[in-house]
């Protein structure tokens, strides 16, 4: 972005630890069928950002949206308060993963690379069944 000298930046940097977090990419279907992406858990967020294109990055999480289909997100990067997408762009977390309902510059445009970060809703490697 052509950053001057001096300028101050900060980097927060993850890493995947197996039944706790997963990073990863994904290429975007731009289909109300998206994208499955496999995580290995149940996410309870999911932080997104379409590293193709110059959009905001996302946050969708199960305290929000407790229930299938899910489509309220956070933008960190921007001035928006909650944004609820419920009824047109909506997504799923499933029992290993989320999967895309919706064709969606921020998290599903035909082509495009995203990047993720996926926080498992119980971070444990061997979780028990309720």
Same mark, same amino acid.
């Given at each position: 972005?052509?950053?001057?000298?001096g300028t101050?930046m900060?980097?927060?940097?993850?890493?995947s630890?197996?039944?706790?977090?997963k990073?990863g990419?994904y290429t975007? $279907?731009?289909?109300s069928?998206?994208?499955?992406?496999?995580?290995?858990f149940?996410?309870?967020l999911?932080?997104?950002?379409?590293?193709t294109?110059?959009y905001r990055? $996302?946050?969708?999480?199960?305290?929000r949206?407790?229930? $299938?289909?899910a489509g309220?997100?956070?933008a960190?990067?921007?001035s928006?308060?909650?944004?609820?997408y419920t009824?047109?762009?909506?997504?799923d977390?499933?029992?290993?993963?989320?999967?895309?309902?919706?064709?969606?510059?921020?998290?599903?445009?035909?082509?495009d690379t995203f990047?993720?970060?996926?926080?498992?809703?119980?971070?444990?490697?061997?979780? $028990?069944?309720?």
């Open positions: 972005y052509g950053y001057a000298n101050s900060i980097a927060y940097c993850f890493h630890v197996e039944g706790y977090s990073l990419t975007g $279907n731009g289909s069928d998206g994208a499955f992406i496999y995580t290995g149940r996410p309870a999911v932080l997104v950002k379409n590293s294109s110059a990055w $996302n946050i969708v999480d199960n305290t949206d407790p229930f $299938n289909s309220r997100w956070l960190p990067n921007d928006s308060a909650e944004l609820d009824s047109s762009f909506p997504h977390f499933t029992s290993n993963g989320f999967k895309l309902r919706a064709n969606t510059t921020v998290m599903n445009r035909s082509g990047v993720y970060l996926a926080i498992a809703e119980q971070p444990f490697k061997y979780a $028990n069944a309720r």
